[in-house]
């Protein structure tokens, strides 16, 4: 993969190839999904804004090189001063280390990691990231009197 990016070869099948294999372990798991879903997948493709997404990201999902590409809000979660709930996938691609560090900016925040899921928690145990989303909203609604 950093041979494609660096060589411009992004649209190369190999490439292609290897980004399936990472997104089907870190973005949305096929196994969690019902035929429903996948459907709503399929249709919902099609709005997808290719354009604005590679001009704000590029070509790849991996190594940002677009207009956001030196976006950097870290310093300023310390601004926050709301009740906020960070939560992510054992195998997200957002790491659990990584939004452990967000979360550790944040006061009155809590963290919470769905195991076994990808960045789609939601979507891959929608019962269970529900469950887990109410009782964080108790707890930081408990907090916050």
Not at 32 to 47: G, H, N, T, Y
Not at 78 to 85: A, S, Y
Not at 94 to 100: E, I, L, R
Request: with cysteine.
């Amino acid at each position: 993969m950093l041979e494609n990016e660096k060589s411009g070869t992004t649209d190369s099948q190999e490439y292609q190839i290897a980004m399936e294999v990472f997104y089907n372990k870190h973005l949305l798991q096929p196994k969690f999904l019902d035929a429903e879903q996948k459907s709503l997948i399929a249709r919902s493709a099609s709005q997808f804004n290719l354009d604005a997404y590679l001009a704000m990201w590029g070509p790849s999902g991996f190594f940002a090189n677009g207009s956001l590409a030196n976006y950097d809000r870290y310093e300023d979660l310390r601004k926050i001063n709301i009740p906020t709930f960070f939560a992510c996938g054992e195998f997200d691609e957002a790491t659990p280390g990584t939004v452990c560090k967000f979360h550790k900016q944040v006061r009155h925040s809590l963290f919470r990691i769905m195991k076994a899921c990808s960045h789609q928690a939601y979507f891959e145990m929608p019962f269970e990231f529900q469950k887990m989303l109410s009782i964080a909203i108790d707890e930081l609604l408990a907090n916050v009197n």
